[in-house]
């Protein structure tokens, strides 16, 4: 089919977008920048709302919290905000400290378990872990020895995690039940070649196709079930992160973009770089759940 054909939803200037994700309970659209380090909101019809991250370099990304609150995937800690009071509080830190390595990516799997992976931040050693937490803070290792973690997404029936191993470029799969967070079964879902960029965020739609994020390379593409490519959507601009689907009737992808000093100097964006982006589409999303948490947590 015609690549279909992205606008600007929202006229930020992101130094890195990502982590985008829609709350149907308040028809909203989340995102974050990175380097801000700032959360977006986004409600129907409103402005864009913002809130900047404290104590911090970098946010990596976020996922619902039961009770309109969000978990925070920050330099090194997850951390609880409610939007409501503008309250951020401690929640744990899986990766106990580790110098020079920071939170990523995260999601919650079809269960409610939050999985949430590290990176190098010189981006050139293999200290990268993938792990799952459970709603008090317990983590388990899902898999280890990678630069870079992006973008875990979950199949509609749960029992497939997908994974970005950015800088090996390519995407893994692995088989995942729903009462247990070990990993089985891991491997090559597909493979990308020097001219496609970087694997970066994933997504999945209701029909289990994959869609990928190519950081550099400026496009979108998904791959059905069995790894095969369907659909490509060129973006305007080559630094694209991550995409999740919303709307009233979940079939508008948005789409996280950013700069990069490497990919794109600032006056080369005309105004794309750096926006979120949305494109109209033929599929249908999944809402995303929340995570339940039952114990208070104390302010900071």
Request: hydrophobic letters at 35%; a negative charge.
């Amino acid at each position: 089919m015609p690549s279909p054909t992205p606008r600007i939803f929202a006229q930020t200037r992101d130094r890195l977008g990502e982590s985008p994700m829609w709350r149907a309970g308040e028809k909203a659209i989340y995102w974050v920048d990175l380097y801000g380090p700032i959360l977006y909101r986004m409600r129907a019809g409103g402005p864009v709302e913002s809130w900047t991250v404290p104590d911090t370099k970098f946010i990596g990304s976020f996922v619902f919290v039961t009770g309109g609150r969000l978990m925070l995937s920050v330099e090194n800690r997850l951390v609880l905000f409610d939007p409501a009071t503008g309250i951020f509080s401690p929640f744990a830190d899986p990766n106990d400290g580790r110098e020079a390595v920071i939170y990523n990516d995260s999601k919650l799997d079809r269960s409610g378990r939050l999985w949430v992976g590290t990176l190098d931040l010189a981006e050139t050693d293999p200290r990268g872990i993938l792990y799952c937490v459970d709603s008090q803070g317990r983590a388990t290792v899902g898999d280890s020895g990678f630069v870079v973690c992006n973008g875990p997404a979950f199949s509609p029936g749960g029992d497939i995690l997908y994974f970005s191993d950015s800088l090996g470029r390519r995407l893994l799969a692995y088989d995942l039940a729903s009462g247990s967070p070990l990993l089985r079964n891991r491997r090559v879902f597909a493979s990308m070649g020097p001219d496609d960029g970087v694997p970066d965020g994933l997504t999945v739609d209701a029909e289990g196709g994959v869609w990928c994020a190519h950081y550099g390379a400026g496009r979108l593409t998904r791959y059905a079930p069995d790894g095969s490519v369907t659909n490509v959507v060129e973006l305007p601009c080559p630094v694209v992160t991550s995409m999740s689907f919303g709307g009233p009737d979940m079939r508008t992808l948005f789409v996280t973009s950013g700069w990069s000093p490497g990919v794109q100097r600032p006056e080369e964006e005309v105004g794309v770089g750096g926006a979120l982006l949305a494109i109209d589409t033929d599929f249908t999303g999944l809402c995303e759940p929340e995570f339940s948490l039952n114990q208070d947590l104390g302010d900071t």
